[in-house]
């Protein structure tokens, strides 16, 4: 036995151990940074929605049901019904504004200040095509409750594809599932916002954020650099 | 200073605190949202016409059947209620539900065996829906009846 008998083991300890937890937590919580501002909390305060996001969308599919005759009453179910409802549904509704709005803004300061620079391209190519995505979620859980607004906005913003040259056609049809917008569509768009979307936004912020420890973050640019 | 906490250690709860209530605050709703339909409806009674009386054979369970339209969560759909009436004097109306009171299988009268049969794990009750024999705990539900207007009348929840 090569452990002192005056050292208590506790809880974490044991974990350390058998995880190499401590490692992992000084790793990520207590890494050197630069001195730095509140706009460096952007890109947190963009994954902090992201879970919410993530959390909310999980309780808004246990009673979801991604189809022409329920959609529209399962929401209104959910909203004014279920207990707690309109909070999960609003948190998920304004969740999904704020992400967007996050990540542009996220986006801005990193280009402001230079940050995807060598040696972060990586980073910076991760965090382009995951606001490509959060797009993606936005688009397709617009259509999602299945009212007027959704169907309309849907109609007009899946049209867009149709002036793309010669193929557009095409393009337009693979966005609706067919001619028109249908049951196809809203399963489609429920499968997407749901499980395409969500398995491509985990791998991509798993290598952003493995990247942004790692690396390290980049201090704000001198007045000689 | 003895009693006193690094700036570090403060800090360090704080944001413990905080992130404790924002979990809190994602927790508690989505328990009640996901408990929420658990709650007992609390759907009205209503009396049902469900024929003629002349229909009721003395002395043996006769079935009836009714449409109810229910609503569960979203959907809200007609239902078929059975009811099983009896009567020994042609006077007083019992009404039987059909549904075992063991697991909530279907009964059905068999006339040759003088009994309500389920067909799960083959229990048995009696024409006033006492257990004759097997699992259940307790006799068949029943409904209220009354005769209005030379029909019966069954008190239903709706």
Same mark, same amino acid.
């Given at each position: 036995?090569?452990?002192?008998?005056?050292?208590?083991?506790?809880?974490?300890?044991?974990?350390?151990?058998?995880?190499?937890?401590?490692? &992992?937590?000084?790793?990520?919580?207590?890494?050197?940074?630069?001195?730095?501002?509140?706009?460096?909390?952007?890109?947190?305060?963009?994954?902090?929605?992201?879970?919410?996001?993530?959390?909310?969308?999980?309780?808004?599919?246990?009673?979801?049901?991604?189809?022409?005759?329920?959609?529209?009453?399962?929401?209104?179910?959910?909203?004014?019904?279920?207990?707690?409802?309109? $909070?999960?549904?609003?948190?998920?509704?304004?969740?999904?504004?704020?992400?967007?709005?996050?990540?542009?803004?996220?986006? $801005?300061?990193?280009?402001?200040?230079?940050?995807?620079?060598?040696?972060?391209?990586?980073?910076?190519?991760?965090?382009? /095509? =995951?606001?490509? /995505?959060?797009?993606?979620?936005?688009?397709?859980?617009?259509? =999602?409750?299945?009212?007027?607004?959704?169907?309309?906005?849907?109609?007009?913003?899946?049209? &867009?594809?149709?002036?793309?040259?010669?193929?557009?056609?095409? /393009?337009?049809? &693979?966005?609706?599932?067919?001619?028109?917008?249908?049951?196809?569509?809203?399963?489609?768009?429920?499968?997407?916002?749901?499980?395409?979307?969500?398995? /491509?936004?985990?791998?991509?912020?798993?290598?952003? =954020?493995?990247?942004?420890?790692? &690396?390290?973050?980049?201090?704000?640019?001198?007045?000689?650099? | 200073?003895?009693?006193?906490?690094?700036?570090?250690?403060?800090?360090?709860?704080?944001?413990?605190?905080?992130?404790?209530?924002?979990?809190?605050?994602?927790?508690?709703?989505?328990?009640?949202?996901?408990?929420?339909?658990?709650?007992?409806?609390?759907?009205?009674?209503?009396?049902?016409?469900?024929?003629?009386?002349?229909?009721?054979?003395?002395?043996?369970?006769?079935?009836?059947?009714?449409?109810?339209?229910?609503?569960?969560?979203?959907?809200?759909?007609?239902?078929?209620?059975?009811?099983?009436?009896?009567?020994?004097?042609?006077?007083?109306?019992?009404?039987?539900?059909?549904?075992?009171?063991?697991?909530?299988?279907?009964?059905?009268?068999?006339?040759?065996?003088?009994?309500?049969?389920?067909?799960?794990?083959?229990?048995?009750?009696?024409?006033?829906?006492?257990?004759?024999?097997?699992?259940?705990?307790?006799?068949?539900?029943?409904?209220?009846?009354?005769?209005?207007?030379?029909?019966?009348?069954?008190?239903?929840?709706?």
């Amino acid at each position: 036995m090569h452990e002192p008998i005056d050292q208590p083991a506790s809880t974490t300890t044991w974990l350390d151990e058998r995880t190499g937890s401590r490692g &992992i937590y000084e790793a990520i919580f207590l890494r050197k940074i630069p001195k730095i501002n509140w706009l460096f909390t952007l890109g947190s305060a963009t994954l902090f929605v992201l879970v919410n996001q993530f959390v909310t969308d999980i309780l808004l599919t246990v009673y979801y049901v991604p189809s022409v005759q329920d959609a529209y009453d399962t929401v209104i179910y959910i909203d004014s019904t279920l207990p707690m409802g309109w $909070l999960v549904r609003g948190l998920h509704h304004w969740g999904a504004t704020a992400m967007v709005a996050l990540v542009i803004l996220h986006m $801005l300061r990193v280009i402001f200040h230079g940050a995807y620079k060598y040696p972060r391209e990586i980073t910076w190519v991760t965090g382009v /095509l =995951l606001l490509l /995505l959060t797009f993606a979620f936005g688009f397709t859980g617009y259509l =999602l409750p299945w009212d007027q607004e959704a169907y309309w906005a849907t109609t007009v913003g899946t049209r &867009i594809l149709e002036v793309v040259p010669f193929f557009g056609d095409f /393009l337009l049809r &693979i966005a609706r599932g067919g001619d028109e917008l249908s049951a196809v569509t809203l399963s489609r768009f429920f499968g997407i916002h749901v499980w395409i979307l969500p398995a /491509l936004t985990l791998l991509l912020v798993a290598v952003h =954020l493995f990247l942004v420890v790692r &690396i390290g973050i980049s201090a704000p640019p001198k007045k000689e650099d | 200073m003895a009693d006193s906490i690094s700036r570090r250690k403060f800090l360090s709860r704080v944001t413990l605190a905080i992130g404790g209530a924002i979990v809190a605050g994602w927790a508690v709703p989505a328990v009640a949202y996901i408990f929420g339909p658990a709650r007992k409806s609390d759907r009205q009674r209503e009396w049902r016409p469900l024929g003629s009386p002349n229909k009721v054979e003395l002395g043996t369970p006769t079935l009836f059947k009714t449409r109810v339209e229910r609503t569960t969560g979203w959907v809200t759909q007609e239902e078929e209620v059975s009811v099983y009436v009896f009567t020994e004097d042609g006077r007083n109306f019992t009404g039987l539900s059909n549904i075992c009171t063991h697991l909530g299988c279907r009964v059905r009268w068999v006339d040759d065996q003088e009994a309500f049969f389920c067909p799960c794990h083959n229990a048995t009750f009696g024409k006033d829906g006492r257990v004759a024999s097997g699992p259940p705990p307790r006799p068949l539900d029943t409904f209220e009846i009354m005769v209005d207007g030379g029909q019966l009348l069954v008190n239903l929840e709706v």
